[in-house]
């Protein structure tokens, strides 16, 4: 009975420290979004404006950065087509 127990003692123990892909998408996605932020605000000089990072925010870039036309046509949000066209217009990342 002993080595069971041990065996699932030691099969559990590092279950709470697993990330969650989703969780570990959001925290890359919330870093890129601040970088972006930084260097190409979509608020207004006031600090007006929807939080960086949210759905809002990210259909709200590529109309002021010129990327979708007044239909809203373009890349796909949050593709990997759409975030290079971002990096484009803002002239790269600086990390």
């Known amino acids: 009975m002993k ?3 041990m065996f699932l003692a030691l099969a559990t123990a590092g279950c709470g420290e697993r990330i969650d ?3 570990r998408k ?7 979004a601040r970088g972006v932020e930084k260097k190409f605000p979509v608020a207004d000089t006031e600090g007006h ?4 990072g949210s759905e809002e925010w990210a259909r709200a870039l590529p109309r002021k950065l010129g990327i979708v036309d007044a239909d809203g046509h373009g890349p796909d949000l949050g593709s990997a087509e759409w975030r290079a066209a971002v990096e484009e217009k803002i002239g790269g990342l600086v990390e």
């Open 26 to 32: 959001s925290d890359e996605w919330d870093q890129w």
């Open 3 to 5: 080595p069971v127990v």
């Open 21 to 23: 892909e989703t969780e």
């Open 49 to 52: 404006g929807p939080d960086v």
